[in-house]
């Protein structure tokens, strides 16, 4: 089945991702864990949450390649003839061909999909609509706030004077710190207020 976890930034996502991978661990299930290239914050391999918990990626994936062939080649290394579970991190970022191979694959595989549901412009990531679209259970990793106390269901991009930025293109990772991502309730979102 596939599983399309969605949240905001500061939800804990990554680190409810890896708990999750932990208990099947524990169990000694097969698991693999990947995620897009894109996402260089925290080293090219690393799966980093913000609450500490980290692991690193057996896969790291290109946008041109194919999530089949990947999980295949990452088998074959660890002498594995396959896997059980699959978990992705910053799912937004897979391609919609990546995502329809995943769902393909999910007749087989329990696949565990954790990422944003939309950018700081409040548009769909590709590879988000395409999991709304596809996955066969899907929910919400709630818990993030925004400052005022309601509940964060937009991410924002701010810089560093925490200034709202409302264009600009959909994927910027800046390891100078120069912008950042924070979560806010649609109020503040749409008035552009990072704080009181
Ligand atoms: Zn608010």
Redesign the pocket.
């Known amino acids: 089945m596939l599983h399309f976890f969605y949240g905001v930034m500061g939800s804990s996502k990554t680190a409810q991702l890896l708990m999750q991978r932990y208990n099947y661990q524990q169990l000694g299930l097969k698991v693999a864990l990947i995620k897009p290239a894109v996402d260089t914050r925290a080293g090219q391999n690393l799966v980093f949450s913000r609450v500490g918990l980290q692991a690193e990626a057996e896969l790291v994936l290109e946008p041109a390649h194919s999530v089949r062939e990947q999980l295949l080649w990452l088998a074959a290394r660890q002498a594995y003839s396959d896997f059980q579970y699959v978990f992705v991190d910053e799912a937004q970022f897979l391609s919609e061909e990546q995502v329809q191979e995943l769902a393909d694959l999910a007749d087989d595989l329990e696949i565990f999909c954790y990422g944003l549901k939309i950018d700081f412009r409040g548009q769909f990531f590709p590879g988000s609509a395409a999991l709304l679209r596809l996955a066969s259970d899907i929910q919400e990793v709630a818990g993030a706030l ?3 106390g ?1 509940k964060a269901t937009m991410n924002t991009r701010v810089d560093q004077q925490g200034r709202v930025i409302k264009e600009g293109e959909q994927v910027l990772i800046d390891n100078q710190q120069r912008i950042r991502y924070i979560g ?2 649609y ?2 979102w749409r008035k552009g207020m990072s704080h009181a």
């Open positions: 925004c400052w005022c309601r806010l309730c109020q503040h």
